[in-house]
């Protein structure tokens, strides 16, 4: 079974129990002498986008795996839509579409040649196949690149094509690794665009993601994985909460400076200031607004220029500091299997 293959049979199974459309409960997953997932519980609800936040190794790919029925865990029980991913796992199959951290198209096919081949593997005759296909290109903005080899699409037309063959079949629930894994910062906001108008149409979407802003922009809910383990639950707004006082966020004119200005915001505000992985950023957790004006003017009077600041709710990146005691790292292509 290919990565992003639409896993789908030709039977289709009922969704219309009244439970969530993912009940993982005690989920456990060793890769030799790694746990890759370490006793999980996690509940997502039908009709939401549901994200799973972590560095690499936090064993975010390995639970996707195990719920797309793609590993069988060493303990714990999971259920989708109601149905055993383990004893009733072609049901599952049959009710889901799973993308994965790379593009899986045949490169050397057409756009459009990729999505016939795999509309005919699930059961379309030739004509449907073909015109499901053409829905597809022109609902992504493929169609005038239909006839040109995959291997000449940019990242973010092939990530497009990846999720276009995913629902060739509309799954009612679809698992989403890392969709935008190196795309630039438009391609990514297309890919977005695509994901929240799968959710406006009703489908669950499991999303997981080292991108921070994009756990933010997306996700109704947000479980934060590291080390194999969930360690926090919430909205986005909840964990932000969570972590109590509100934030003062500067980034600098010139990162050089940053080292300065670090020290003067530490001694004006009195609490230990962070450094985002932005160069030019600096962020601190702040309970008196009246301090953060007496930080920047610190700054001002130091000849320390500032493009922008803002005070408000901390960030996620805050957040996942605060739970993990380190930033969440720059977006990798390590595979957890190969941690093991």
């Known amino acids: 079974m290919t990565n992003n293959a639409a896993m789908a049979t030709g039977r289709r199974v009922t969704t219309s129990h009244d439970g969530p459309a993912i009940d993982a409960n005690g989920l456990v997953y060793c890769f030799k002498h790694h746990t890759a997932v370490d006793g999980i519980d996690l509940n997502v609800a039908r009709g939401e986008i549901y994200g799973l936040l972590g560095p690499n190794g936090a064993g975010k790919t390995t639970m996707i795996r195990i719920l797309a029925t793609?590993?069988?865990?060493?303990?714990?029980?999971?259920?989708?839509?109601?149905?055993?991913?383990?004893?009733?796992?072609?049901?599952?199959r049959s009710l889901v579409s799973l993308t994965g951290q790379f593009a899986a198209v045949d490169e050397d096919l057409p756009g459009k040649e990729n999505l016939v081949?795999?509309?005919?593997?699930?059961?379309?005759?030739?004509?449907?196949?073909?015109?499901?296909?053409?829905?597809?290109?022109?609902?992504?903005?493929?169609?005038?690149?239909?006839?040109?080899?995959?291997?000449?699409?940019?990242?973010?037309?092939?990530?497009?094509?990846?999720?276009?063959?995913?629902?060739?079949?509309?799954?009612?629930?679809?698992?989403?690794?890392?969709?935008?894994?190196?795309?630039?910062?438009?391609?990514r906001n297309q890919v977005w665009d695509i994901i929240r108008d799968l959710a406006a149409g009703g489908k669950t979407v499991l999303l997981t993601t080292q991108y921070l802003d994009e756990a933010d922009q997306l996700a109704d809910r947000i479980a934060v994985m590291d080390s194999g383990r969930i360690i926090a639950k919430g909205t986005p707004g909840e964990l932000k909460s969570s972590v109590g006082a509100g934030s003062l966020q500067v980034r600098l004119h010139n990162p050089a400076q940053r080292p300065d200005a670090e020290r003067l915001l530490a001694r004006s505000l009195g609490v230990p200031v962070r450094l985002g992985s932005d160069p030019a950023a600096l962020s601190a957790r702040i309970s008196d607004p009246d301090l953060a004006a007496h930080a920047l003017t610190a700054l001002t009077a130091s000849h320390i220029a500032i493009n922008d600041f803002a005070l408000g709710q901390p960030s996620l990146d805050e957040v996942f500091l605060t739970l993990t005691g380190h930033h969440a790292p720059e977006n990798t292509e390590a595979n957890e299997e190969n941690i093991a």
Do not use: W
């Open 117 to 187: 081949l795999i509309a005919r593997l699930l059961g379309y005759r030739h004509k449907a196949a073909k015109q499901r296909a053409d829905q597809l290109l022109v609902a992504f903005g493929l169609a005038e690149a239909a006839g040109r080899p995959a291997k000449t699409y940019s990242g973010g037309m092939r990530r497009k094509l990846d999720i276009a063959a995913s629902i060739v079949v509309t799954p009612a629930l679809l698992f989403l690794d890392e969709p935008t894994t190196g795309l630039d910062p438009r391609s």
């Open 70 to 92: 793609l590993l069988r865990p060493d303990a714990g029980t999971a259920r989708v839509f109601g149905h055993d991913v383990v004893r009733d796992a072609d049901a599952v």
